[in-house]
Nanobody, 126 residues
Framework: EVQLVESGGGLVQAGGSLRLSCAAS????????IGWFRQAPGKEREGVSY????????YYTDSVKGRFTITSDNAKSTVYLQMNSLKPEDTAVYYC???????????????????WGQGTQVTVSS
């Protein structure tokens, strides 16, 4: 059974930092990509960051470039999202998700993610 469990959310002041973790189980980690997504109240879910399980290539949406860093520890099947210089507009529920990537092409970094965690709340106060 595929499981993704997020942790590390919380309340932080603007300019502060948080590190989110996504612990994965139930699949061959190297064959999947992990994406971080977020959804703020009243807004659509958006892709934040992506990392490939095979070559650890990464991608960030423009609004977080230079502030967020995604990394993975394949030995632990865990992906981290280090969030620095947080802004109130980063407030959202953050989800990690997985998609199979071995021998598979996707046109979009944030499409076709079929496995999702339960989410973790990040609140940035001004």
């Amino acid at each position: 059974e595929v499981q993704l469990v997020e942790s590390g959310g919380g309340l932080v002041q603007a300019g502060g930092s948080l590190r989110l973790s996504c612990a994965a189980s139930g699949f061959t980690f190297d064959d999947y990509a992990i994406g971080w997504f977020r959804q703020a109240p009243g807004k659509e879910r958006e892709g934040v960051s992506y990392i490939s399980g095979s070559d650890r290539s990464t991608y960030y949406t423009d609004s977080v470039k230079g502030r967020f860093t995604i990394t993975s520890d394949n030995a632990k099947s865990t992906v981290y999202l280090q969030m620095n210089s947080l802004k109130p507009e980063d407030t959202a529920v953050y989800y990690c998700a997985a998609r199979y990537e071995k021998y598979t092409y996707y046109a979009d970094y944030f499409s076709d993610f079929g496995f999702w965690g339960q989410g973790t709340q990040v609140t940035v106060s001004s």
